[in-house]
């Protein structure tokens, strides 16, 4: 490839599927709203009661969940991030669990826990508060979204050199001078990204809200479905979509910043790794932090797969459940069998990652190169953060399925919504991995005639294959469990196995329910095993 075209050609297949699937149709859904109902209607829609409660429900419910996931996670991440023992890499990689499981999993695992007939609930009465309402959605959204306060302080910790700690401790600086001078910051800038994140990952949230709560704790996203869906106002909905992406800009954009930060710093193989120092006062609340948060989450999964295959159908006995998830009165409910939803599931989740690793790749080159395209196609390529999935959704059903001949291209509509959402965490694995690869492979197969791209998919790229394998089985893990999209776009014959869960709970089908969650956990459960057999965590 020539240099002044090479650039070009390879961004374009990124830009235009971002751009086609992404901006333009939001673009086209804000025009239509406006074409319909002019700025009075939006001035109209900001003083609805019903809309300011759901703005208000975001902000309240995304405060607390950021707020609760930095005090229970930071103490973890620091000790994972700045201390080597024996399983630290294994309790790292159980702590991101909770996050490639689907929400609604998460959410029938805190009811389970906490409710009528759980352990905890049992033994501790007082903690039922935990089993519904705003301290249900807040316990939801701190098991789902604290590996990510984890995992990013641990990044910051990982950040400093060891070198510059042990020079200032050879000065004679005491231990909190050390840690205001040195980790301290960068271990703060981890955590805020990792707020911040939960902040917009909570204030959006859509089936805890629902299910916990009920209509009186309605998110943005749940307005958003009911004005489109519910109460047949499109219109609504877009002026609504436009408001909420206005309202998590800055937030979402922050966070962007923060992690630039994070990935500007030195890599984590400069700091040398140190013993716990078990004396210091300090070290034991944070290695209990980090061991009650690995119990949480073995407690959680445990308890939603024994439940799961001890769960009675209706009108049957113990462990009926299963059998009746995948026979006929299962199907007569979902309006379609449980094996046809299961396909759905991983074909659509196995195509969004094909798709979001191909994008990767292609992005991983112009990263990689130090081009400058490179900062705007990261830019480009974190844009689905910009938007909640029900704005996503409602932006692909409006634009592109008349487009692509109605309800029969749902399934495309799907795949694509999840490829996008997963795009961004594919992208940021492969590049921090890319990272890593020592420059002299491409220039060496430069010097033997290969172009630039040629160069990057034969030198440098096979030298980053655990982090391709990890960053698909991360795309598709988030695909197996995406929900809020998927619930919007699907039709009977689209459903998938994280849909059909939600159709049960809401019908009051608990034990079919709990069978179905039990299975997600276990298809989820196979997908972190395989990027664990990759031979690399994922890197955020």
Excluded at 249 to 262: C, G, I, Q
Excluded at 384 to 411: D, N
Aim: charge should be positive.
């Amino acid at each position: 490839m020539r240099p002044r075209t090479g650039t070009v050609w390879i961004l374009a297949p990124v830009l235009g599927f971002v751009a086609l699937f992404a901006l333009v149709p939001v673009v086209a859904l804000i025009g239509e709203a406006l074409a319909q109902q002019g700025a009075g209607g939006f001035v109209a829609l900001i003083h609805d009661p019903l809309n300011l409660a759901a703005l208000d429900n975001s902000l309240v419910q995304g405060g607390l969940s950021a707020a609760a996931a930095v005090a229970v996670g930071y103490p973890a991440g620091v000790f994972l991030g700045r201390y080597d023992w024996p399983g630290r890499g294994l309790v790292r990689a159980v702590l991101l669990v909770p996050f490639l499981l689907p929400s609604l999993v998460v959410v029938v695992g805190v009811e389970q826990l906490f409710g009528p007939g759980g352990p905890i609930g049992t033994a501790l009465p007082f903690t039922g508060v935990f089993a519904h309402g705003l301290p249900g959605i807040v316990a939801v959204n701190v098991v789902f979204n604290v590996p990510l306060v984890v995992l990013l302080t641990a990044v910051g910790v990982e950040s400093v050199p060891t070198a510059l700690e042990e020079s200032l401790a050879t000065l004679g600086a005491p231990p909190a001078r050390v840690y205001r001078d040195t980790w301290g910051p960068a271990s703060w800038l981890g955590a805020a990204a990792g707020a911040l994140l939960t902040f917009v990952f909570s204030a959006l949230a859509f089936a805890s809200p629902i299910l916990l709560c009920g209509p009186r704790c309605s998110t943005l996203e749940v307005r958003i479905y009911a004005l489109d869906q519910s109460f047949l106002d499109p219109a609504g909905a877009a002026f609504l979509a436009v408001l909420t992406v206005a309202v998590f800009l800055a937030p979402t954009l922050a966070y962007l910043v923060f992690v630039a930060r994070l990935r500007s710093r030195p890599t984590a193989g400069e700091r040398r790794g140190r013993a716990v120092p078990w004396r210091r006062p300090a070290t034991l609340p944070m290695a209990a932090a980090t061991l009650l948060l690995v119990a949480a989450v073995v407690t959680l999964l445990g308890e939603v797969v024994v439940r799961g295959f001890d769960a009675a159908a209706p009108g049957g006995a113990a462990g009926s459940a299963l059998g009746y998830l995948f026979g006929p009165g299962a199907q007569a409910t979902l309006g379609l069998s449980i094996v046809a939803a299961i396909g759905n599931t991983l074909v659509f989740a196995g195509s969004a990652a094909a798709i979001a690793l191909l994008l990767g790749v292609v992005s991983g080159f112009l990263v990689r190169a130090g081009r400058r395209p490179a900062f705007g196609l990261s830019g480009v390529i974190y844009l689905p953060l910009l938007l909640s999935p029900i704005v996503l959704a409602l932006a692909l059903a409006g634009f592109w399925r008349p487009v692509l001949g109605g309800p029969s291209a749902t399934w495309v509509l799907i795949v694509i919504a999840q490829s996008l959402l997963a795009l961004p965490f594919a992208l940021q694995g492969l590049s921090v991995a890319l990272a890593r690869v020592p420059r002299g492979y491409r220039e060496g197969a430069q010097s033997l005639g290969a172009s630039p791209f040629s160069a990057y998919l034969d030198a440098e790229l096979p030298l980053a294959r655990p982090a391709l394998l990890t960053a698909a089985m991360f795309a598709f893990a988030l695909g197996l469990g995406e929900f809020t999209a998927t619930y919007f776009l699907a039709t009977p014959a689209t459903t998938t196995l994280t849909v059909a869960l939600y159709r049960l709970s809401a019908l009051r089908s608990p034990g079919p329910a709990d069978a179905a969650a039990a299975l997600l956990v276990l298809f989820s459960l196979a997908a972190f095993l395989v990027v664990e057999l990759g031979g690399r965590r994922v890197e955020l």
